[in-house]
């Protein structure tokens, strides 16, 4: 069964501070993980990694994959109150491109 | 362009009553899927249509159907409602050859 674990379940931080998000993935044929952020309602797409080793960049979010690890992070540099949310992670194995997510990340950015 | 729409947003039933969760998109995609969402259990697949006219199971589907109407159309329905499935309900479709699933605003159901 695949299965998705992500570090902490949980997070408080003051705004300014960097944080690092972490997810592990046991997925058969693995072919893809993607990162989604959920405000108060629908997830949306951050980020999809299929390669080891080469980061992903959208302003202050950035994210690396690590296949060997079987593991992804995400980090927020400089963070702002706009950034709290659930982060989710999700991976795809096998050719049918279903997702199995993990349980979400809830950053809690302090002013 | 609306993406992905559901309704209802909100809805609060008594047990064993029975209800149908719609969903449609506009993006012309052919995959389409059910989650629901309870606090702290991220995302669960409970059904899935790779394109029109078949649906499949996914991680959770006991006790809900679903019918894929047409390519826009896929909806989830609740026979006989019970509190365990008190919950908010979330559809996705998805681009042919990507991976990148694109979600509904979601439907917050209570069961009494």
């Known amino acids: 069964e695949d299965k998705v674990v992500q570090s902490p379940l949980s997070l408080v931080v003051h705004e300014g501070d960097t944080v690092t998000l972490n997810c592990s993935y046991e997925?058969?044929?693995?072919?893809?993980l993607l990162w989604y952020k959920q405000e108060k309602k629908a997830p949306t797409f951050l980020f999809m990694l299929?390669?080891?080793?080469i980061e992903k960049k959208s302003g202050r979010l950035s994210s690396i994959l690590d296949k060997k690890e079987l593991s992804s992070i995400l980090n927020i540099t400089a963070t702002q109150t706009g950034d709290s949310a659930i982060y989710l992670c999700?991976?795809?194995?096998?050719?049918?491109?279903?997702?199995?997510f993990g349980k979400g990340t809830l950053l809690t950015v302090n002013p | 362009n609306a993406g992905v729409t559901q309704t209802p947003k909100f809805q609060v039933l008594k047990t064993g009553q029975s209800m149908t969760l719609q969903c449609a998109q506009d993006?012309?995609?052919?995959?389409m899927y059910w989650y629901r969402q309870d606090p702290g259990m991220g995302l669960r697949l409970i059904y899935y249509s790779a394109s029109e006219g078949t649906t499949d199971k996914g991680e959770v589907p006991n006790g809900y159907n679903v019918s894929r109407l047409n390519k826009r159309e896929f909806s989830l329905r609740l026979e006989s409602a019970a509190p365990s499935q008190t919950s908010v309900y979330f559809c996705?479709?998805?681009?042919?050859?990507?991976?990148?699933?694109?979600f509904g605003p979601g439907t917050r159901l209570t069961v009494t």
């Open positions: 999700a991976a795809s194995g096998g050719s049918n491109y279903k997702l199995t």
């Open positions: 299929t390669s080891s080793g």
């Open positions: 993006m012309n995609h052919n995959s």
């Open positions: 996705a479709s998805r681009r042919d050859n990507s991976y990148e699933q694109y």
């Open positions: 997925v058969t044929n693995f072919r893809s």
